[in-house]
């Protein structure tokens, strides 16, 4: 059974910087884009950042263009989020993805439909 495992939330001040880890198992993760969504009390979820299955192609929230990178280590079937500057906003339970879809050379955000059960981040001023 296909499932994804998030880890690595936590409580961080303002300006700070988190990792955010995923472990993949029962799918075939080298060949599925991957991604990371986050939702916030009272807010519907929102995409933060994804990348194709091959790694050549990585797409961003516009909130988080230039401070998030999103990674993937195929050997250890991971996908990561470095969380740079963070604010405020940026509280949310944060949510890995996979796309059902081998070896889609895009990304289509309404295509992940595979979730794990997310981490939560807490940013504090």
């Known amino acids: 059974q296909a499932q994804l495992v998030e880890s690595g939330g936590g409580v961080v001040q303002v300006g700070g910087s988190l990792r955010l880890s995923c472990a993949a198992s029962?799918?075939?993760?080298?060949?599925?884009?991957m991604a990371w969504f986050r939702q916030a009390p009272g807010k519907e979820r929102e995409f933060v950042a994804a990348?194709?299955?091959?790694?050549?192609?990585?797409e961003y929230g516009d909130s988080v263009a230039g401070r998030f990178t999103i990674t993937r280590y195929n050997p250890k079937n991971a996908v990561y989020l470095q969380m740079n500057n963070l604010t405020l906003e940026d509280t949310a339970v944060y949510y890995c993805?996979?796309?059902?879809?081998?070896?889609?050379?895009?990304?289509?955000?309404?295509?992940?439909?595979?979730w794990g059960q997310g981490t939560q981040v807490t940013v504090s001023s």
């Open positions: 993805a996979a796309d059902p879809t081998s070896f889609r050379p895009f990304i289509r955000r309404t295509e992940f439909n595979l």
């Open positions: 990348l194709t299955w091959n790694g050549v192609t990585a």
């Open positions: 029962g799918l075939n993760f080298n060949s599925v884009g």
